[in-house]
């Protein structure tokens, strides 16, 4: 456990598998006292050590598009701005 947040905080745990709840990826692991839990995979070092110095950000298929249509509109905007002008 790498959240120091966590009552677990510093404990290493057997993972036994991996659920999506929601969009969010948890760990199944066996607790200290030997029964099945579930533990967000953000809160441990499952996705190996945070890169530092950088922030990342993952988007989504539909967040792309997104991102894409935004351009793409911002573009026609100001190619009509560009020809008022002239």
């Known amino acids: 456990m790498t959240a120091e947040t966590h009552p677990l905080f510093g404990e290493v745990l057997e993972a036994v598998g991996f659920k999506r709840i929601e969009e969010v990826l948890f760990l199944v692991v066996v607790l200290p006292d030997g029964s099945p839990g579930t533990i967000r995979g953000d809160a441990t070092d ?41």
């Open 46 to 86: 499952v996705f190996g050590e945070p890169e530092t110095g950088g922030v990342a950000t993952v988007l989504t298929v539909e967040g792309m598009r997104r991102v894409r249509w935004l351009t793409e509109t911002l573009r026609g905007e100001m190619s009509d701005r560009a020809r008022k002008r002239k």
